[in-house]
């Protein structure tokens, strides 16, 4: 199983620089991470992201993040994977830059089939 992250590319590039990724601005006022199951992260896309450009999806393997990884009740109640730790750059598995001209939904529709 995986999980995945939505971020700007310069975010990531960042993330990379530093070994580590804290957060965007959403995850900081939350205090923890948003991330997404496989089933949720095309929501994401659609819901958070819908007319955004410029952006990467991480997948991401849940068994290198430690304890700081909860699944919570959000959106519907349904469980969602929330970090409270930085996400290592080492717990990145692949990275793919979503094409600026399709929808993120889309695009990350497109990367999961």
């Not at 700081?68 to 009740?73: D, F, K, S």
């Amino acid at each position: 199983m995986v999980i995945y992250k939505i971020l700007s590319n310069d975010e990531w590039d960042d993330a990379r620089a530093a070994g580590r990724f804290t957060g965007t601005a959403m995850d900081e006022q939350d205090s923890y991470i948003h991330l997404s199951g496989a089933d949720q992260v095309v929501e994401t896309a659609r819901r958070v992201f819908a007319g955004v450009t410029g952006l990467t999806l991480l997948t991401v393997d849940p068994d290198r993040l430690g304890d700081g990884l909860r699944w919570e009740p959000s959106r519907g109640g349904a469980l969602f994977p929330h970090l409270y730790a930085a996400l290592p750059v080492d717990a990145v598995v692949a990275a793919e830059a979503l094409p600026a001209d399709t929808p993120a939904a889309d695009a990350v529709a497109a990367l999961l089939a």
